[in-house]
């Protein structure tokens, strides 16, 4: 089993940045592609960003592309979302997950495993 620990989250005002992680553990050893996706209140979880294992490929929903980068350190079983200039509609529970597989994936099902989510509240 491998379970994944999001930090970072908080409220922040509109135009700020903030960094999430996503620390690994288990058996980080069949941690392959990682994703991060988010909902928000009344909403259905969406795709956010993806990562493959090298870190070689990313993809990045329209609504967050040239504002968030997603990274990994497979040394450390870290993985961040670097989001800036946040706006109001980033207000969302923000869940980091993981597959089996190396190659990264926008559909929130192909992910083995979740998070619990960590909350960023963007205040206008």
């Known amino acids: 089993q491998v379970r994944l620990v999001e930090s970072g989250g908080g409220l922040v005002q509109a135009g700020d940045s903030l960094r999430l992680s996503c620390i690994a553990s288990?058996?980080?050893?069949?941690?392959?592609?990682m994703g991060w996706f988010r909902q928000a209140p009344g909403k259905e979880r969406e795709f956010v960003s993806a990562?493959?294992?090298?870190?070689?490929?990313?993809q990045y929903a329209d609504s967050v592309k040239g504002r968030f980068t997603i990274s990994r350190d497979n040394v450390k079983k870290m993985y961040y979302l670097r989001m800036s200039s946040l706006n109001v509609e980033d207000t969302a529970v923000y869940y980091c997950?993981?597959?089996?597989?190396?190659?990264?994936?926008?559909?929130?099902?192909?992910?083995?495993?979740w998070g619990q989510g960590t909350q960023v509240i963007v205040s206008s």
């Open positions: 990562i493959n294992w090298s870190g070689g490929s990313t």
């Open positions: 997950a993981a597959r089996l597989s190396i190659w990264e994936s926008i559909e929130a099902g192909q992910y083995d495993f």
């Open positions: 288990g058996q980080t050893s069949r941690v392959g592609a």
